[in-house]
């Protein structure tokens, strides 16, 4: 005898393993696959990626889960229905030769993108963003069932999060972030690290600051990739970094932002093991996570006291004099036109950019042909200087030719939450940064792992950030904290 | 409009794209996969087995098999076809109870081996072997439909070949190998190779060896693992070899074994791509890839002056004096007890060895309780010393745990057809020694990509060779190579 629910979580665990399979094949292109493969792999990927698509449209799932009550279920089973339901949902609701047409055009996108980013011309990629766009929009339309668009798009990322609530949040941060920057741009600025750094110890020091960081190496492992990521749930949880000999933080800190993302993977109860609340539950959640270990533990004072130590003892004199000049140098704050090369002050002024940008976009308010123009102005606004290039900004980012419209504002929501957490942590930590300064990140990482980490999907974000902190989550901690320690440092 | 001959190869397309997705899984995890992921990695390689069985069982195929006008078709359309039916024809003679039942236990039983190969202990593993025996007779019997069983499962391996056939084919070989091994054991050794050989320098030379034997990196990768294999078909061809300090032969002749295998893989005509076409042949075919790589080119008199040179290049004095000396060495006739270990004249012994075992367990005149003894005889009358422990008899193999059954004789086939393929090439190209005392393989290479390896699946294995050779197949240009060489080097 068989229930619709069991039915319905033993054909979702499969769908679940497959989809490991999916990421385990993207880590596998990203890291070892031979170049002469990518074509074949093209097929490869697309084979798997239909088998999951019949999956995820498969009409039994519409048949159990008309056939489950709810109510009987356990927290668990309520939050697995919730997550398959969604999921369902939004699958169905979505013609399927829009989704087919969608995953046709962005595959192609990504490279005509790629193409126009190295040579500097907006041009050349605007035709194929203009249709991307057109697909979004009617996407979005098909989601919103008459609603708000963008809504519908953000709720892929963030379940819950609509472009009013993040707007209210997101006007808050920028007017404090703008005078900080100005604020700080007025003072001098601490030295920078220069040098050269032999890469293979880069990787060997960011192994060890991994592990430090409560990454378990015996469920994951280290790669160097192009791009740093993270990949995989459960018990196989695999991160890349980069190396650039002049610049060892690079290497460092994207190691920790990544372990970040892993450990919420590695953590999550294992009772959920290849089931949807198995898997972070948000992006902005997810964000938190690799922010929180990245900037409020990795870039700490008391931590940079510990990571100047571990420089000197891997690199030798690394032309920095004390523990409190590496902390400065760690926290410079710099020019530069590149997101993901961005400061703390300065991150979120660029994630801010993009989020109205691309509401606007998908507003109709701006069209692609005006797209170039706005950035500049909203940059040299915020930022206080010019644009030089396009790579530089509009074309800088991947997000758009993919489709992703939504999922920019994600990462100031994650820098919120762990603004957030941060504050929660310290007031049940006192002795956090004594820790910290000796390389001891097991009493803050266990605080995450116990009060964010461990339920996985079981919780919907705001509500797991609130049971974590005791409070709604808004955007004053992080203000806080940045004003403070940014104070302190161009004091 | 669609036709069916279209629309089956479309459907196999992606099956053949879903086989290689597995076939990443499986050499990610003998690689490069974190030792916590193993159970996790179970349940991620059952969900894309589930949906491979799903669709070579998909009532479609046999619609569209019956719709198609086979005569209408070109002849890599004919050969796919024939695959196709041939794999689905077998699928379907096999109840889903017992395909399922036999998927279950010889999971379950690799385990049951290994670890009674760990403890020297054939009783532990016999219960086991006797469920999995028990089930490969139902399913040989099922295959077979009242012919002959063994060929019903040999057939999986090695199509068209019939146990009578290599029965005649093994009779004329074991007399004159047990003749040669009892002269050569008659005569004084050459010195084998001894010292302690860098691990690292010796996955540098097996890289630059696999490159000379025409190995495309740009296609393919070289890592260690515990057991050398080759993975995958077309433009992504990995290979494993394996280092121990004391021994560079077995990394260096392991990576030029796997060579072979990957070579024939990567050297398919690419129109094949990800069709039944597109991968070798059979076992026998492959292994004769394989075997000709590494003994009748890579053992040659030839090549080793090469090889000692590079070797001296690359570890200084190896302690043997000359390039003959070296030939020695590398072909040195041994003790032992191990098929994987042994030497060009010992090797099929150990196959004809299981070859008859195996039959007789099949036919039900052998039972697996009188199996350990009736291996120990047979091999103390073929070697000439008695088998010591389990693990060096009747427990060595992985095979017959996970129900290979007619996998074995594959081995010898492919050995013969080396011999008969080196004779062609021997004839065809008299400028062969002094291309291969350079290191120069092109010409060989070349020559085995021409008349075997680029026609796939598109002819039998049998006619393939004859194709190659002008004549059909025998064990003669074997055994006539083997005397000639070892007499020589023990003359």
Redesign the interface.
């Known amino acids: 005898m068989s229930d619709p629910f069991s039915d319905l979580m033993a054909f979702q665990?499969?769908t679940e393993?497959?989809s490991?399979?999916a990421g385990?094949?993207s880590w596998?292109q990203e890291t070892?696959?031979?170049?002469?493969?990518a074509?074949?792999?093209s097929?490869?990927m697309?084979?798997?990626e239909?088998?999951l698509h019949a999956r995820r449209t498969d009409p039994r799932v519409g048949e159990w889960l008309a056939a489950i009550d709810g109510a009987a279920l356990d927290p668990a089973g309520q939050a697995n229905l919730r997550h398959i339901r969604r999921s369902y949902d939004r699958t169905m609701k979505v013609p399927a030769k829009l989704a087919a047409a969608l995953a046709r055009l962005t595959s192609v996108a990504q490279g005509v993108w790629a193409e126009a980013r190295a040579n500097d011309d907006f041009a050349a990629f605007a035709p194929t963003l203009r249709e991307v766009l057109a697909l979004k929009r009617e996407e979005g339309a098909a989601l919103a069932d008459g609603g708000n668009v963008y809504d519908a798009l953000l709720d892929d990322y963030e379940p819950g999060a609509t472009a009013e609530s993040l707007e209210a949040m997101f006007g808050a941060l920028r007017p404090r972030l703008v005078a900080l920057r100005d604020k700080v741009r007025g003072r001098p600025a601490p030295a920078a690290l220069s040098g050269q750094f032999d890469e293979a110890a880069q990787m060997k020091l960011a192994r060890h600051i991994a592990r430090t960081f409560g990454y378990?190496?015996?469920?994951?492992?280290v790669d160097k990739a192009v791009h740093p990521f993270s990949s995989g749930s459960?018990?196989?949880v695999?991160i890349t970094t980069r190396t650039a000999a002049e610049d060892p933080f690079n290497c460092l800190y994207s190691t920790i932002h990544e372990v970040g993302h892993a450990s919420y993977e590695q953590n999550i109860d294992a009772a959920h093991?290849?089931t949807p609340v198995g898997a972070g539950v948000s992006m902005g959640v997810h964000e938190s996570q690799s922010r929180i270990y990245e900037n409020q533990l990795g870039r700490s004072r008391a931590f940079c006291g510990y990571l100047f130590g571990q420089m000197r003892e891997t690199f030798g004199d690394i032309g920095i004099a004390d523990a409190e000049a590496f902390y400065g140098a760690v926290n410079r704050v710099h020019g530069g036109f590149i997101r993901t090369e961005a400061d703390e002050v300065q991150y979120n002024l660029h994630v801010l950019l993009r989020f109205d940008l691309e509401r606007a976009l998908i507003a109709r308010d701006l069209e692609v042909d005006d797209l170039e123009a706005a950035w500049n102005d909203r940059f040299e606004a915020d930022f206080g200087y010019k644009v030089d290039r396009a790579s530089n900004g509009v074309l800088q980012d991947v997000h758009w030719s993919v489709g992703l419209f939504g999922y920019f504002p994600t990462y100031t929501l994650g820098n919120v939450y762990a603004g957030c957490l941060h504050a929660a942590l310290r007031a049940a930590r006192p002795e956090l940064d004594a820790e910290l300064s000796s390389g001891d990140l097991a009493g803050a990482t266990e605080w995450l792992r116990a009060h964010v980490q461990v339920h996985g999907g079981l919780y919907e974000p705001r509500a797991l950030i609130e049971r974590a902190t005791g409070r709604a989550p808004d955007e004053g901690p992080l203000l806080d904290y940045l004003e403070e320690k940014f104070t302190a440092i161009y004091g």
Chains 1, 2 share one sequence.
């Open positions: 665990r499969e393993a497959l490991q399979v385990r094949l596998d070892v696959m031979p170049r002469g493969a074509a074949q792999r097929d490869e697309a084979a798997i239909g088998v378990d190496m015996s469920r994951g492992r459960g018990n196989d695999r093991l290849l």
